[in-house]
Structure formats: C-alpha cells, structure tokens
C-alpha cells in the first residue's frame, strides 16, 4: 500500500500515513485536528543515468528517446567528455580513431607499392 504525507495545520510536522489507493485520503488525529495532504510525486524519475562506458546504455538511451542524429551526436559527446574526465582519457574514442586508421591503411600493408590518395 502507499503512503501519504500530511502536514499539521499549526505545527508543520509532516507524518506519512499508509493508506489504500481507494481510501478517502484524509488524515485526522486523535484531538481531532485535520491535516493537510501533501501532494508529491515520489514515484517519478527524471531521465535515467547513464553509464558512460556502455554502449549498451547509449543505445538503450537513444532508442528510447527517439533521437535525431545531432542529437546523439550531443549525447555521445557529453558521454565522452565524462569519460575523459573520469579517466584522464577516453579510451573508446581511441580504440574508434585507432580502427578508422587501421581500416583505411589496410589496403598498404596489402599493396606497399601503392601510395595513399590525397
């Protein structure tokens, strides 16, 4: 069952009270004091950390959201710049930059005579 929150009218001591959904909320004591409801909303979350070392995370994230191309490009930065700063590097970004060189200089380790296109 949930609990509710009420205020006392004079005192401001707040007590949660646990309740029924279908109960009438309403919290009166035993001097016959009414108190105040107070109306929150507990069970919300805001956007869901995200750990910036998984990709599994910012796929999940992005899928979810539905996001456009610049705008995952402005998550994956932000991401980025956590890890950066949490690492001292990012190490993903690297391992990317050093296979993007490695796929575009294969073809020379195959063909040593042939020189790389400007």
Not at 7 to 34: A, F, L, R
Request: glycine letters at 2%.
């Amino acid at each position: 069952m949930p609990s509710y929150s009420y205020k006392h009218p004079k005192t401001n001591k707040i007590i949660e009270v646990v309740q029924k959904m279908n109960d009438k909320h309403e919290y009166v004591d035993e001097k016959g004091i009414k108190y105040e409801r107070i109306f929150e909303c507990s069970n919300l979350s805001k956007d869901q950390s995200i750990d910036e070392f998984s990709s599994a995370d910012f796929s999940r994230k992005t899928r979810e959201k539905n996001y456009n191309l610049g705008e995952m490009w402005k998550v994956s930065q932000e991401l980025s710049n956590k890890r950066k700063s949490k690492a001292g590097k990012d190490e993903i970004k690297e391992k990317h930059l050093i296979n993007k060189y490695e796929n575009r200089t294969s073809h020379l380790k195959k063909n040593p005579n042939k020189k790389i296109p400007d």
